[in-house]
Nanobody
Framework: QVQLVESGGGLVQDGGSLRLSCAASGRIFSFNAVGWYRRTPGKQRELVASVFSGGRTNIADPVKGRFTISRDNAKNTVYLQMNSLKPEDTGVYYC?????????WGQGTQVTVSS
């Protein structure tokens, strides 16, 4: 069974930066588009960024220009660089495949942005 382990979250001030990492067991990242999802208070989980096997990326409008996604297939790891963080970015961040996520989600990593 594939396991996804997210890390790198924390508490930062408005305008701060964080870099999230997601390590996956198995080689799923070599063959699939992967992305970062988040669940913010009062909202359903949403896809914020995705990266395809060829390196092309999609960034959701709420975080465009602030978040960057990248992947290292050799390490089975995907990253999310988050700059200019805002309080509304507060939530739990998860990685998974795109467009259809695997049924087994990781624990996620908590990101809290204080105003």
């Amino acid at each position: 069974q594939v396991q996804l382990v997210e890390s790198g979250g924390g508490l930062v001030q408005d305008g701060g930066s964080l870099r999230l990492s997601c390590a996956a067991s198995g080689r799923i990242f070599s063959f699939n588009a992967v992305g970062w999802y988040r669940r913010t208070p009062g909202k359903q989980r949403e896809l914020v960024a995705s990266v395809f096997s060829g390196g092309r990326t999609n960034i959701a409008d709420p975080v465009k220009g602030r978040f960057t996604i990248s992947r290292d297939n050799a390490k089975n790891t995907v990253y999310l660089q988050m700059n200019s963080l805002k309080p509304e970015d507060t939530g739990v961040y998860y990685c998974n495949t795109v467009p259809i996520p695997l049924p087994a989600w990781g624990q996620g990593t908590q990101v809290t942005v204080s105003s």
